[in-house]
């Protein structure tokens, strides 16, 4: 589990943002309203929390969640397990969290094309977006202090988290007579006023 955000008493422009991480015993299963109490606390503490929960805490984690990052290796099995979160998630009431889920395919690399293109058919439509990821020797080792990401992969982790921010912008008012900001993409040649 990963929160972000400025510590108490420090203001956004005071200080550069930061990141902590706070990681949990794996052994420890999180029970009852452990996951709520565990928002609320880290909700008073950060403007933005991340939690990655062991499988029987992912239930009580949804009912928290503002936002859902599904990630899938790219492999052969890909396309199906997206299939089965999907069905899982409709037939659980998650329906509008579901349409906000960004897809993420994770290693993508030419020899795994076919398999991320299947996941991709399964993903488009479903979400708010679906990103790449390539393979990244670093990413398969724990890396050293003078180790880099390739540009591609950094590239691909950027596009991510500018999904997520975008994601937290409030979301628009279907009621009747609510303003509504259109962008206009512009013909090519065409220049801003």
Not at 12 to 39: N, P, S
Not at 60 to 87: C, F, G, N, Y
């Amino acid at each position: 589990m990963a929160a972000a955000g400025p510590r108490p008493g420090r203001g956004w422009g005071r200080t550069r943002g930061r990141l902590d991480v706070i990681a949990g015993d794996d052994a420890r299963v999180h029970k009852g309203g452990d996951y709520q109490r565990l928002a609320r606390l880290l909700a008073e503490r950060y403007p933005l929390t991340m939690i990655d929960p062991a499988p029987s805490g992912l239930t009580r984690v949804l009912s928290l969640a503002d936002q859902l990052v599904l990630v899938t290796p790219a492999s052969p099995e890909a396309a199906t397990a997206l299939a089965h979160t999907q069905q899982w998630l409709t037939a659980h009431g998650y329906d509008e969290l579901a349409a906000r889920a960004v897809t993420v395919v994770n290693g993508v690399s030419r020899r795994s094309m076919e398999d991320v293109l299947r996941a991709e058919s399964v993903a488009r439509g479903r979400g708010r977006a679906i990103l790449r990821v390539p393979w990244d020797d670093l990413l398969s080792a724990w890396p050293d202090s003078s180790a880099k990401l390739q540009p591609q992969t950094r590239l691909a982790y950027t596009a991510l988290a500018g999904v997520l921010v975008a994601g937290l912008a409030p979301r628009e008012s279907a009621e009747p007579g609510t303003a509504r900001t259109r962008v206009r993409e512009r013909s090519p040649g065409e220049h801003a006023d």
